[in-house]
T-cell receptor, first 115, second 112 residues
Framework: GAVVSQHPSWVICKSGTSVKIECRSL??????MFWYRQFPKQSLMLMAT?????????EQGVEKDKFLINHASLTLSTLTVTSAHPEDSSFYIC???????????FGPGTRLTVL | QKEVEQNSGPLSVPEGAIASLNCTYS??????FFWYRQYSGKSPELIMS????GDKEDGRFTAQLNKASQYVSLLIRDSQPSDSATYLC????????????FGSGTRLQVQP
Protein backbone atom coordinates (compact mmCIF):
# COMPACT_ATOMS: atom_id res chain seq x y z
CA GLY A 1 0.00 0.00 0.00
CA ALA A 2 0.84 3.66 -0.18
CA VAL A 3 3.08 5.13 2.51
CA VAL A 4 2.36 8.09 4.73
CA SER A 5 4.96 9.26 7.20
CA GLN A 6 4.74 11.50 10.22
CA HIS A 7 7.41 13.33 12.13
CA PRO A 8 8.09 13.35 14.98
CA SER A 9 6.74 10.06 16.27
CA TRP A 10 6.64 11.43 19.76
CA VAL A 11 7.26 14.77 21.42
CA ILE A 12 7.31 16.05 24.98
CA CYS A 13 7.05 19.78 25.51
CA LYS A 14 6.40 22.33 28.20
CA SER A 15 3.06 24.03 28.57
CA GLY A 16 2.87 27.17 26.45
CA THR A 17 5.19 26.05 23.69
CA SER A 18 4.22 25.28 20.12
CA VAL A 19 4.73 21.95 18.42
CA LYS A 20 4.79 21.25 14.69
CA ILE A 21 3.87 17.84 13.30
CA GLU A 22 4.61 16.92 9.69
CA CYS A 23 2.65 14.51 7.53
CA ARG A 24 4.09 13.37 4.21
CA SER A 25 2.76 11.17 1.46
CA LEU A 26 5.90 9.39 0.30
CA UNK A 27 4.94 7.74 -2.97
CA UNK A 28 1.86 9.61 -4.12
CA UNK A 29 0.48 13.11 -4.21
CA UNK A 30 -2.34 14.15 -1.94
CA UNK A 31 -4.30 17.33 -2.51
CA UNK A 32 -6.25 16.51 0.63
CA MET A 33 -5.05 15.16 3.94
CA PHE A 34 -6.91 14.63 7.17
CA TRP A 35 -5.85 15.20 10.76
CA TYR A 36 -7.25 13.13 13.62
CA ARG A 37 -6.78 13.10 17.34
CA GLN A 38 -7.25 10.08 19.56
CA PHE A 39 -7.35 10.04 23.34
CA PRO A 40 -6.62 6.80 25.21
CA LYS A 41 -9.31 4.15 24.73
CA GLN A 42 -11.39 6.50 22.61
CA SER A 43 -12.30 6.63 18.94
CA LEU A 44 -10.53 8.60 16.25
CA MET A 45 -11.79 12.15 16.15
CA LEU A 46 -11.48 14.08 12.90
CA MET A 47 -10.00 17.51 13.59
CA ALA A 48 -9.64 19.05 10.15
CA THR A 49 -9.28 18.57 6.44
CA UNK A 50 -6.09 19.94 4.98
CA UNK A 51 -6.36 21.24 1.41
CA UNK A 52 -3.32 21.88 -0.75
CA UNK A 53 -3.10 25.54 -1.66
CA UNK A 54 -6.11 26.66 0.35
CA UNK A 55 -7.37 26.97 3.89
CA UNK A 56 -8.04 23.96 6.02
CA UNK A 57 -11.56 23.01 6.98
CA UNK A 58 -12.00 22.47 10.70
CA GLU A 59 -14.54 20.28 12.43
CA GLN A 60 -16.95 21.82 14.87
CA GLY A 61 -15.36 22.51 18.20
CA VAL A 62 -11.77 22.51 16.92
CA GLU A 63 -10.05 25.85 17.38
CA LYS A 64 -8.44 26.89 14.12
CA ASP A 65 -6.19 29.42 15.84
CA LYS A 66 -4.84 26.78 18.15
CA PHE A 67 -4.37 24.02 15.60
CA LEU A 68 -2.74 25.64 12.59
CA ILE A 69 -2.71 23.57 9.43
CA ASN A 70 -0.62 24.27 6.37
CA HIS A 71 -0.67 22.20 3.21
CA ALA A 72 2.05 23.85 1.19
CA SER A 73 2.75 21.08 -1.29
CA LEU A 74 1.13 17.98 -2.74
CA THR A 75 3.05 15.75 -0.37
CA LEU A 76 3.26 17.68 2.88
CA SER A 77 0.78 18.91 5.45
CA THR A 78 1.76 20.30 8.83
CA LEU A 79 -0.20 20.66 12.04
CA THR A 80 1.06 23.16 14.59
CA VAL A 81 -0.33 22.98 18.08
CA THR A 82 0.13 26.51 19.38
CA SER A 83 0.54 27.32 23.07
CA ALA A 84 0.10 23.69 23.98
CA HIS A 85 -1.44 22.76 27.32
CA PRO A 86 -1.64 19.41 29.12
CA GLU A 87 -5.16 18.83 27.81
CA ASP A 88 -3.71 18.83 24.28
CA SER A 89 -1.73 15.70 25.11
CA SER A 90 -2.99 13.09 22.70
CA PHE A 91 -2.16 10.86 19.75
CA TYR A 92 -2.28 12.88 16.52
CA ILE A 93 -2.67 10.95 13.28
CA CYS A 94 -2.83 12.11 9.69
CA UNK A 95 -4.24 10.27 6.70
CA UNK A 96 -4.19 10.76 2.97
CA UNK A 97 -6.53 9.38 0.30
CA UNK A 98 -4.74 7.60 -2.51
CA UNK A 99 -5.03 9.42 -5.82
CA UNK A 100 -8.71 10.38 -6.06
CA UNK A 101 -9.94 7.26 -4.35
CA UNK A 102 -11.59 6.69 -1.03
CA UNK A 103 -8.78 4.44 0.15
CA UNK A 104 -6.98 6.28 2.90
CA UNK A 105 -3.62 5.50 4.37
CA PHE A 106 -2.67 6.60 7.82
CA GLY A 107 0.61 7.91 9.09
CA PRO A 108 2.11 6.18 12.11
CA GLY A 109 0.94 8.94 14.43
CA THR A 110 2.59 11.44 16.76
CA ARG A 111 2.23 11.10 20.49
CA LEU A 112 2.23 14.53 22.11
CA THR A 113 2.77 14.95 25.83
CA VAL A 114 2.50 18.43 27.26
CA LEU A 115 3.95 18.85 30.73
CA GLN B 1 -25.10 12.62 8.63
CA LYS B 2 -23.50 9.26 8.11
CA GLU B 3 -23.52 6.91 11.06
CA VAL B 4 -21.61 3.72 11.49
CA GLU B 5 -22.44 1.35 14.32
CA GLN B 6 -20.20 -1.33 15.74
CA ASN B 7 -20.40 -3.39 18.88
CA SER B 8 -17.55 -2.22 21.08
CA GLY B 9 -16.84 -5.70 22.39
CA PRO B 10 -14.61 -7.15 23.51
CA LEU B 11 -15.26 -10.05 21.22
CA SER B 12 -13.35 -13.01 22.58
CA VAL B 13 -12.60 -16.04 20.39
CA PRO B 14 -10.24 -18.98 20.86
CA GLU B 15 -7.17 -19.30 18.69
CA GLY B 16 -8.00 -21.00 15.40
CA ALA B 17 -11.66 -20.00 15.45
CA ILE B 18 -13.48 -17.67 13.07
CA ALA B 19 -13.96 -14.14 14.35
CA SER B 20 -16.98 -12.31 12.95
CA LEU B 21 -17.06 -8.54 13.19
CA ASN B 22 -20.16 -6.64 12.19
CA CYS B 23 -21.01 -3.10 11.18
CA THR B 24 -24.22 -1.34 10.19
CA TYR B 25 -24.52 2.03 8.55
CA SER B 26 -27.25 4.56 8.00
CA UNK B 27 -26.41 6.20 4.66
CA UNK B 28 -27.94 4.18 1.83
CA UNK B 29 -25.89 6.16 -0.67
CA UNK B 30 -22.56 4.90 0.65
CA UNK B 31 -20.51 3.28 -2.07
CA UNK B 32 -17.24 2.29 -0.46
CA PHE B 33 -16.49 0.45 2.73
CA PHE B 34 -13.31 -0.27 4.59
CA TRP B 35 -11.98 -2.31 7.46
CA TYR B 36 -9.00 -1.04 9.42
CA ARG B 37 -7.12 -2.73 12.24
CA GLN B 38 -5.67 -0.67 15.07
CA TYR B 39 -3.30 -2.08 17.62
CA SER B 40 -3.11 -0.34 20.95
CA GLY B 41 -0.93 2.76 20.67
CA LYS B 42 -0.64 2.50 16.89
CA SER B 43 -2.41 4.13 13.97
CA PRO B 44 -5.06 2.34 11.88
CA GLU B 45 -3.89 -0.05 9.20
CA LEU B 46 -6.01 -0.82 6.15
CA ILE B 47 -7.11 -4.45 5.94
CA MET B 48 -9.67 -4.49 3.16
CA SER B 49 -11.94 -2.40 1.02
CA UNK B 50 -15.21 -3.54 -0.52
CA UNK B 51 -17.47 -1.80 -2.99
CA UNK B 52 -19.92 -4.41 -4.31
CA UNK B 53 -22.47 -6.65 -2.67
CA GLY B 54 -21.17 -10.07 -1.78
CA ASP B 55 -17.93 -11.44 -0.42
CA LYS B 56 -14.36 -10.36 -0.97
CA GLU B 57 -11.58 -12.59 0.27
CA ASP B 58 -7.96 -11.75 1.00
CA GLY B 59 -5.99 -14.42 2.78
CA ARG B 60 -7.61 -15.15 6.13
CA PHE B 61 -9.90 -12.14 5.81
CA THR B 62 -13.29 -12.02 4.13
CA ALA B 63 -15.34 -8.86 3.88
CA GLN B 64 -19.06 -9.17 3.25
CA LEU B 65 -21.31 -6.38 2.05
CA ASN B 66 -25.09 -6.25 1.89
CA LYS B 67 -26.20 -2.82 0.75
CA ALA B 68 -29.91 -3.67 1.01
CA SER B 69 -29.50 -4.45 4.69
CA GLN B 70 -26.86 -1.72 5.15
CA TYR B 71 -24.54 -4.22 6.69
CA VAL B 72 -20.87 -4.95 6.27
CA SER B 73 -18.89 -7.59 8.10
CA LEU B 74 -15.38 -8.92 8.41
CA LEU B 75 -14.59 -12.56 8.99
CA ILE B 76 -11.17 -13.61 10.22
CA ARG B 77 -10.46 -17.29 9.75
CA ASP B 78 -7.95 -19.21 11.85
CA SER B 79 -7.75 -16.35 14.32
CA GLN B 80 -4.34 -15.80 15.89
CA PRO B 81 -3.40 -13.98 19.10
CA SER B 82 -1.69 -11.42 16.85
CA ASP B 83 -5.13 -10.55 15.46
CA SER B 84 -6.06 -9.12 18.84
CA ALA B 85 -6.74 -5.46 18.11
CA THR B 86 -9.54 -2.98 17.55
CA TYR B 87 -11.23 -3.28 14.17
CA LEU B 88 -12.68 -0.15 12.66
CA CYS B 89 -15.39 -0.11 10.02
CA UNK B 90 -15.41 2.97 7.78
CA UNK B 91 -17.53 4.44 5.03
CA UNK B 92 -16.07 6.19 2.03
CA UNK B 93 -15.63 9.89 1.68
CA UNK B 94 -16.53 10.95 -1.83
CA UNK B 95 -13.37 9.79 -3.63
CA UNK B 96 -11.05 11.27 -1.08
CA UNK B 97 -12.57 14.70 -0.85
CA UNK B 98 -14.04 13.94 2.55
CA UNK B 99 -12.73 11.99 5.47
CA UNK B 100 -13.94 8.48 6.03
CA UNK B 101 -16.73 8.01 8.56
CA PHE B 102 -15.55 5.59 11.21
CA GLY B 103 -17.39 3.40 13.62
CA SER B 104 -16.16 3.34 17.18
CA GLY B 105 -14.50 -0.02 16.63
CA THR B 106 -14.80 -3.54 17.97
CA ARG B 107 -12.10 -4.87 20.23
CA LEU B 108 -11.15 -8.43 19.36
CA GLN B 109 -9.35 -10.70 21.78
CA VAL B 110 -8.00 -14.01 20.49
CA GLN B 111 -7.29 -16.36 23.36
CA PRO B 112 -4.28 -18.67 22.93
Amino acid sequence: GAVVSQHPSWVICKSGTSVKIECRSLDFQATTMFWYRQFPKQSLMLMATSNEGSKATYEQGVEKDKFLINHASLTLSTLTVTSAHPEDSSFYICSAPFVSTDTQYFGPGTRLTVL
Amino acid sequence: QKEVEQNSGPLSVPEGAIASLNCTYSDRGSQSFFWYRQYSGKSPELIMSIYSNGDKEDGRFTAQLNKASQYVSLLIRDSQPSDSATYLCALGGDTGRRALTFGSGTRLQVQP
